[in-house]
């Protein structure tokens, strides 16, 4: 007599492999405006944006509009790891966040 174990898989696995054909649907995704809501722009992390102020033609000509520090100071030292901490100096590299006229980053010390 086949176990409990063995008849529950049996059965599963035609569910599963069901829910793993069905189409999940398609939408089609049009930005609405200039937000960047999540990582990578939208749930797909696709990076695009339907702004068309940069161009091939003028991405020459982009100069740095501003500059923010965010107040964290580095791990004085060795651009290695020190026994007993959990920070090091290193690099700050974010994807932030544009949610109307608001832009969010998290620093290395996880300040919003």
Excluded: H, K
Aim: proline residues 11%; hydrophobic residues 40%.
């Amino acid at each position: 007599m086949p176990s409990l174990r063995s008849c529950v898989a049996v059965l599963a696995l035609p569910v599963l492999a069901a829910c793993a054909a069905a189409d999940a649907g398609t939408t089609d995704w049009t930005p609405t405006d200039a937000d960047w809501p999540v990582y990578g722009g939208d749930d797909g992390g696709r990076r695009w944006s339907a702004l068309d102020g940069v161009t091939p033609e003028n991405v020459a000509d982009l100069t740095v509009a501003w500059t923010w520090e965010t107040g964290d100071v580095p791990v004085p030292g060795p651009m290695r790891p020190i026994p007993g901490q959990d920070v090091r100096a290193g690099n700050f590299e974010v994807t932030p966040l544009a949610i109307g006229d608001t832009l969010y980053v998290s620093t290395p010390f996880n300040r919003v």
